[in-house]
């Protein structure tokens, strides 16, 4: 089982994490406010992806350090011909090591020249001149490459400059078996609903020359909807449609200080509790509403949300085996579960 589930009509309690793990409904999450509409982990009111497109240098010296330096994850979307990918590729495979996401932005990064302000779209890189049998088969070849940098099958994609009109029609329907979501289109940067995403059309926000100020207010709407930002930054403190890294630290800085409030995650993890919610929904029972959900993201146990209970002797029914809190008896395992294990020894707790 990936994920414990609290489900309850009105309330649950943030039950103890023991030798098995159990959930009950007999308190309230937070006293103070109800379960939000959608569920995010960890009782988060919301959920922010920082992605940042196009595979720039900047990227790796303004914003790969800010993000480690707070601890949050993000999604580079790498456009495979792109000089820093290949000058730089030691770099890009570390950040993935570090738990960032590479996500696929095509080989050769065609938009399309119709339109305006497109005079710099270049005529052997022009959506609009590109099959849409081509697209398909670039695509999938850059899922091929960048699994050679990061060792990763699963993936997401994002559609330069948001188009996805090739010759011959829209190119993503034949990518959807392919990706866990896809960034196109035109939409509303924070929806007012969970239930109003299309995994394989989600909008983004593509700030330029935005203040942290600003920033921080989109994602203070996403909380007071109890929905998501999907931000797509470009050069930070540098390269084009730049945002400053004083801006971009600011944001990082806040999403650090409230991360029981904000969930900030690469975009695949997002987009993956996303399509749990729905088949959990699609399987709930009439009347039952899901009140809380943990789904291990991280890679240790939330201990803000579990607590681990230690004792022996018997602890007030004739218990033989002692409770402890060593380490290697919980732990989290592949991002998706929380493994308790027994061990057989000494009746003595650690």
Known sequence: MHHFLALCARRVSRSTLLAAVFVTCAASVHAAAPAPAFAWPGGARAAVSLAYDDALDSQLDNALPALDRHGIKGTFYLQLSSPPVAARLPAWRVAAVRGHELGNHSLFH????????????????????????????????????????????????????????????????????????????????????????????????????????????????????????????????????????????????????????????????????????????????????????????????????????????GWGNNEMQFYTARPENVRVEDATKARITRRRGSRQPA
């Not at 088969?137 to 091929?144: I, S």
Request: with cysteine.
């Open 110 to 313: 065609q938009c399309s020249s119709k339109g305006p302000d497109r005079g710099w779209v270049a005529a052997h890189r022009d959506l609009a001149t590109t099959s849409r049998a081509q697209m398909v088969d670039q695509v999938l070849l850059a899922n091929t490459m960048l699994e050679a940098i990061d060792g990763r099958r699963e993936r997401t994609y994002t559609a330069p400059c948001g188009d996805v009109q090739a010759l011959g029609g829209d190119y993503l329907p034949a990518l959807h078996p392919a990706f866990v979501a896809i960034k196109a289109g035109n939409g509303p940067g924070v929806p007012a609903s969970m239930a109003a995403v299309d995994p394989y059309q989600v909008a983004s926000v593509g700030p330029v020359g935005a203040s942290g100020a600003e920033l921080i207010a989109l994602v203070e709407q996403a909380v007071a909807r109890g929905t998501m930002v999907a931000f797509t930054f470009h050069g930070i403190g540098g390269d084009h449609l730049s945002v400053s890294s004083q801006a971009h630290e600011e944001l990082v800085r806040y999403l650090a200080a409230h991360r029981d409030v904000v969930w900030t995650d690469t975009f695949i993890n997002i987009m993956q509790h996303l399509r749990q919610q729905v088949t959990q929904a699609q399987a709930r029972p009439p009347g039952w509403t899901l009140a809380w959900s943990d789904e291990f993201s991280g890679a240790t146990l939330d201990r803000t949300i579990w607590t681990l209970e230690t004792g022996g002797h």
